[in-house]
């Protein structure tokens, strides 16, 4: 399995892989076991494959960190990020070389190993269509990562435009052609904005995704959403 590493491209405040002194957490590997408090970074992964690739026997959905699933001999990659915890981050994955529908197609969010946390796998991308915009929340309780959640709004953003296609009434979706990395003039790298929920290992509330659903009115939300949302005025301009 491949690892290519992804960085932020906007937090609510300047952020830094330089180890800042307020960072206690010094566990770096997706795949290690740690708890966090407020303020320290988290390092977390996503995997690019099939759907079947993050299932045992077709069965039981295992941690990418599992050395029974065959990612590591199949065709698939994995983006690697350091948010800092509580913080609202907008996490960006440049597609201009990289076209999750040739890995697969579908990603999973991850971390640790004995403590092992994953996401469902998400559909982000075939020949056909391809999704650009995520929300995912990462739940803690005691410090301790418990689960990692895709969050949908439905299809109100493309919503009566026929440049996009709805997809299980879910997600906004964009033809694939229309993409740089399939020939087409739209950039469709992802845009993952990325939030926390729970509690710390001192007991203090993480607060930044309850933040997201209060802040879609205010202007913070907003600019996030404009970054998020460039993708449609990118393509509205094309028609």
Not at 120 to 129: G, I, K
Request: aromatic share 14%; net charge positive.
């Amino acid at each position: 399995m491949e690892t290519i590493f992804f960085f932020l491209l906007l937090t609510t405040s300047c952020f830094s892989f330089l180890v800042e002194s307020s960072d206690n957490n010094h566990m770096y590997s997706p795949c290690g076991d740690t708890k966090v408090e407020r303020s320290d970074g988290f390092t977390f992964a996503i995997a690019f494959a099939s759907r079947s690739s993050f299932f045992l026997n077709n069965s039981q959905q295992l941690s990418p960190c599992d050395r029974r699933l065959s990612l590591s001999s199949s065709t698939s990659q994995i983006a690697v990020f350091r948010p800092k915890v509580d913080e609202i981050s907008l996490l960006t994955i440049n597609t201009s070389s990289f076209s999750p529908d040739n890995y697969g197609g579908y990603m999973v969010a991850f971390a640790g190993r004995k403590y092992a946390a994953r996401s469902l796998p998400a559909f982000v991308a075939n020949s056909t269509y391809t999704v650009t915009s995520f929300t995912l929340a990462l739940e803690f309780k005691k410090g301790r990562l418990q689960n990692l959640y895709w969050k949908r709004d439905g299809c109100s953003k493309c919503s009566g435009n026929s440049n996009f296609v709805c997809l299980n009434n879910q997600d906004c979706a964009i033809r694939s052609t229309s993409c740089k990395n399939h020939g087409g003039s739209v950039d469709c790298s992802l845009g993952i904005q990325l939030a926390f929920s729970g509690t710390d290992k001192h007991l203090s509330v993480l607060n930044s995704w309850y933040e997201v659903e209060n802040l879609r009115q205010y202007s913070l939300y907003g600019l996030y959403s404009n970054l998020r949302d460039s993708l449609t005025g990118q393509y509205n301009k094309i028609f």
